[in-house]
């Protein structure tokens, strides 16, 4: 080849000068393989400061510098992008990742593109390497891939050029079952992530407008043939120069079992309440406003399904006082529960019956309601009390009764509530029985304390006791509780025993 002429040398030097100060890499190559010129750009994005520093051949370029494909598959002899303009080849976009000689990781990703310069006659009198130094481009998407991957919400990235899967991550496998081969490359027609979804249509357009869809229910495929219930969403993003949807998902098969789960228990719970034989009610912690009521508490109250429901105890006056009921409210808001305690029913006539009430919070619907159930003990108290009338009226004296007999009899007049401890004469000491005796004679504290030769004081610290161990509080009832016992007690001599 005939050396370049004084005017090819002129438009060269023009050329030089117009692409010396482009941001894109420029490399000319003369058709002999010699590296004729390169831009700053270039330069910089091979860590180089001269053109020697490239080489001053193609096969000098190659022995410097190392290029490989994005799959890290080494470029062979022949195949980098100067052998292939060198051969009058014409390439676009071409993705090589550059290393010098001797390093194991490449330095830089550049993005390469080929151009051939004829001269008048149309022989090539100049072969163009064009560069773009898409390094960061390349480490932004690494980066993307490697949160992607992580990422344990699954997610799926279509292309929007031909619609077909481009990535999936590990919670998408895990989620369904698939593998990634039978994702990677297939369509969204192969695999529709937006089935059964009611906006399915909107979703469709949405994609190919490359516009966010909307979240939307649907049912996934699974590789058995079977579906799973999720939530998706998609989002347009860009992968390098590709228009690419991000589709991500929630897996509502928990919730879906769960709801069935609770549906179920609630129908069981449902049925039971309807059919149990002992009156119930369901009512709301939050202002006790009745929910609902089974047929065994109609009939017990007299109450009709309609009068109840909506209002409050308190509204239908359902206990026979207020401080009944505001201790019941009180002691669930405080402890959630309560079993055995002993109240009167007020029915819509008016009339009452003895119930032993127990109730548990429990959650209906996501509420915090209440559960009430009442055993209707009318008829055993009416017959504990004859039973205790019976026996008071045929022993007038109990004097020689047993204690324990007594003690039976006193917890007959007055039951505890369920798990309860009741209290017993047993806890008290000799001389607690001989003060509490002598309480339920009628005497005061100062006539005690001449017949006991105490201090006040004393029988005062004694009296208090007797009223923590016995469950009383005021002077009334200790001396019912002491004669219901049998603790009625005697007089001491009035005389103090002379020392000897």
């Not at 449902?270 to 002992?278: D, N, Q």
């Not at 105490?454 to 016995?470: D, E, G, P």
Request: hydrophobic content about 40%; overall charge negative; some cysteine.
């Amino acid at each position: 080849m005939s050396p370049p002429s004084s005017g090819q040398r002129i438009e060269r030097q023009q050329l030089q000068q117009i692409i010396a100060g482009l941001t894109e890499g420029v490399i000319l190559i003369d058709p002999d393989q010699t590296i004729a010129w390169a831009n700053t750009a270039a330069l910089s994005m091979h860590g180089a400061r001269e053109l020697a520093d490239l080489g001053r051949t193609v096969d000098e370029y190659r022995e410097r510098f190392q290029l490989r494909y994005r799959n890290h598959h080494a470029l062979d002899d022949g195949t980098y992008p100067a052998d292939r303009v060198v051969a009058g080849e014409l390439f676009t976009d071409v993705m090589v990742e550059v290393a010098r000689h001797g390093e194991t990781e490449p330095e830089w990703v550049h993005r390469v593109r080929s151009l051939v310069l004829n001269d008048a006659n149309g022989d090539p009198d100049c072969l163009v390497l064009i560069i773009t130094d898409a390094t960061d481009e390349m480490q932004a998407v690494e980066r993307f891939e490697r949160a992607f991957n992580a990422n344990p919400a699954p997610a799926l990235i279509c292309r929007i050029s031909d619609l077909r899967f481009i990535r999936v991550n590990q919670g998408f496998l895990d989620m369904t079952g698939y593998t990634r081969q039978a994702i990677i490359g297939r369509s969204v027609y192969d695999l529709d992530v937006m089935s059964g979804a009611d906006r399915r249509e909107l979703g469709k357009a949405r994609l190919s407008e490359w516009a966010t869809v909307p979240q939307m229910e649907a049912s996934l495929p699974l590789p058995e043939g079977e579906t799973k219930l999720v939530i998706v969403a998609g989002q347009p993003i860009e992968i390098g120069d590709e228009r690419c949807m991000l589709f991500t998902f929630a897996d509502l098969e928990p919730r879906r079992k769960a709801e069935s789960a609770l549906r179920n228990s609630e129908e069981k719970f449902a049925k039971t309440f309807r059919l149990a034989p002992v009156p119930m009610k369901v009512s709301t912690l939050d202002g006790f406003r009745i929910v609902d009521v089974n047929e065994a508490f109609l009939k017990e109250t007299g109450w009709a399904i309609e009068e109840v429901v909506g209002r409050s105890a308190a509204e239908i006056e359902l206990w026979d006082t207020a401080t009944t009921r505001r201790r019941m409210e009180s002691e669930l808001v405080e402890t959630g529960g309560f079993r055995g305690y002993e109240a009167k029913l007020k029915k819509k006539d008016g009339s009452t019956a003895d119930c032993l009430v127990s109730a548990e919070t429990i959650r209906i619907g996501g509420e915090t309601c209440v559960l009430d159930v009442f055993q209707d003990i009318t008829a055993r108290k009416t017959s504990e009390l004859e039973l205790v009338r019976a026996i008071e009226e045929a022993l007038a004296d109990t004097s020689w009764l047993s204690r324990s007999v007594m003690e039976k009899l006193a917890d007959m007049r007055s039951p505890q509530r369920e798990g309860a401890r009741k209290p017993s004469s047993a806890d008290l000491t000799e001389k607690e029985r001989q003060v509490l005796g002598l309480i339920s004679q009628g005497l005061d504290d100062g006539e005690i304390a001449k017949l006991l030769f105490l201090s006040r004081n004393t029988v005062r610290n004694h009296v208090q006791r007797i009223y923590a161990k016995t469950g009383v509080h005021r002077r009334g009832e200790a001396i019912v509780w002491a004669r219901e016992r049998g603790i009625v007690g005697s007089q001491p001599p009035a005389k103090r025993p002379k020392k000897t």
